[in-house]
């Protein structure tokens, strides 16, 4: 695809620090993440526009100026403009009701004016690939959202991607979320459809690296890899682990698809029917501009699909679980769900210090016991040494002393805060991965609230149903230690009487 200029001279190749950064979009998934990359260099003054101001509370640097818009109200553009350099266009209608086609025409016809009279020098914004005058309505709204930005004079930089992996994007769940529901996948025509997926890290690399280009050009991004659907599906499958088989059906319609992925998963109904409606067309790249005017070397399939799933288990990992749980308990024998983990979770307060309510959680385990139901694990312990697991052998290094990579019995001591919280993380066999937490906070007047919760992540249908089929039981276990800790805290952080 051929690159070129229109409408403006060619822009200064080193921006001053003053020239104002537009962001739209700031609150979903690629917006959200250009926006902390964009914040992190500082380069430029960064002004956030949004419908909901609101949403982006706490979620901004302190510098970054937050202000009040609607790419369908054009009135609204005005202010928002003023002062800008360069506009990220990252808005489409795809979940909105009525025709996402006319909105998205209707938002683009008003950003691209507004920009024009605000003397916007450039805009970014990020379509979609495809090629062919039979593409999707998905496609070819996107595309036509470039042409309409370029028609206004304004420099407009269009990166064209392919499906974008990364945990969170709704592509990415799709995939997640066939191959971990069904030991068998229906596989419609669309699967031996060839894409070019690209890391999300990848995609907010060239969209920083537009800062600093002259003029207006269409540049087609991918990865390293040219792929089918089907082998993406397998990738995916490898990397966790799970064995899964596509069954090509031929007789399986786009209409069928579509009401199936909107069942299976995450994704709203008409935005997984509207996807899936794309699939029938390649997006593939057929020029290599963007590799000859970009820095950017985008990774493979494998190594995007692997630092996906590292990233969300690293935010996951980083994450408060308490700040997202339900405040009153219970949470239920099936708890909630955190994307493909399973949650539960219990609370209370006692009338100690919060070093008092954490003496019984770091003394957990080894010949101090699990404050109930002892007989319960050391049945499990039996089970798992059957099977070849570590069982209870391994006891604890120190009744008192807690150290992260430390064993507890069959736990393993992940994250430990002192007087505050501990995170174990389950080494028994067992289809999927477990953690158990304890947080203690201070709950004012000499008082501590105790929370314990437990997550597992299931791998795949055999881990939901280990999950769905053992969580009375667990609840029931899980429950009655807690409600020993509590006790002992009580108490003052004496071992437990069992």
Not at 20 to 36: C, D, K, N
Not at 224 to 233: H, N
Not at 294 to 306: E, K, M, N, Q, Y
Request: a positive charge; glycine letters at 10%; hydrophobic letters at 40%.
């Amino acid at each position: 695809m051929a690159l070129g200029t229109h409408g403006r001279a060619p822009l200064p190749s080193t921006a001053s620090a003053s020239e104002t950064v537009l962001l739209t979009g700031a609150s979903g998934y690629i917006g959200g993440r250009l926006l902390h990359r964009l914040e992190a260099q500082g380069r430029h003054p960064l002004r956030c526009m949004t419908r909901r101001p609101s949403a982006l509370a706490g979620r901004t640097a302190d510098q970054t100026e937050v202000v009040a818009g609607d790419v369908l109200e054009p009135e609204s553009l005005a202010a928002a403009m003023y002062g800008v350099w360069t506009a990220y266009y990252l808005v489409h209608s795809m979940g909105a009701p009525g025709d996402f086609e006319e909105l998205d025409r209707v938002a683009a016809s008003n950003f691209a004016a507004a920009a024009r009279r605000a003397g916007v020098r450039r805009i970014v914004y990020l379509g979609g690939l495809g090629d062919g005058c039979h593409l999707s309505s998905h496609l070819a709204s996107r595309q036509e959202v470039g042409e309409i930005l370029r028609a206004s004079g304004v420099p407009t930089i269009e990166f064209r991607a392919s499906i974008v992996i990364g945990s969170g994007s709704a592509s990415y769940e799709v995939v997640r979320a066939l191959v971990e529901s069904l030991p068998v996948i229906a596989a419609p025509r669309w699967v031996e459809t060839a894409a070019q997926p690209i890391a999300v890290e990848d995609v907010i690399d060239y969209l920083v690296a537009a800062l600093d280009y002259e003029g207006s050009a269409v540049f087609e991004i991918g990865g390293q890899d040219r792929v089918t659907y089907g082998e993406i599906l397998r990738e995916y499958a490898l990397q966790r682990a799970l064995r899964r088989r596509l069954l090509p059906l031929a007789v399986l319609t786009p209409r069928i698809s579509r009401f199936c992925l909107g069942l299976l998963t995450p994704v709203y109904g008409q935005v997984a029917g509207v996807m899936v409606d794309g699939l029938r067309n390649e997006t593939v790249v057929r020029t290599d501009a963007a590799l000859r005017v970009f820095p950017v070397r985008p990774r493979g399939l494998s190594d995007a699909i692997g630092r996906a799933l590292v990233n969300e288990d690293r935010d996951f990992a980083e994450t408060r679980w308490s700040d997202a749980l339900p405040t009153q308990r219970p949470l239920g024998w099936t708890g909630i769900s955190f994307g493909r983990r399973q949650v539960s979770s219990r609370a209370m307060s006692v009338s100690r210090p919060p070093e008092d309510g954490f003496e019984p959680v770091k003394r957990i385990g080894g010949s101090t016991g699990w404050y109930a139901a002892n007989w319960f694990w050391k049945a499990r312990g039996l089970l798992d040494t059957l099977r070849g697991g570590v069982g209870l052998r391994r006891g604890r290094r120190d009744p008192l002393d807690l150290r992260v990579g430390d064993t507890v019995d069959f736990w393993r001591v992940e994250r430990i805060e002192s007087n505050r919280l501990l995170r174990l993380a389950a080494e028994m066999k067992m289809p999927g991965r477990l953690w158990l937490q304890f947080e203690v906070n201070s709950d004012g007047d000499g008082a501590s609230k105790i929370r314990q919760t437990t997550v597992f992540d299931p791998a795949g249908y055999a881990g939901r149903a280990y999950w769905y089929l053992f969580c009375p039981v667990h609840e029931l276990v899980f429950a009655a230690m807690f409600r020993g800790v509590v006790r002992a805290a009580r108490r003052g952080g004496a071992s437990p009487l069992v």
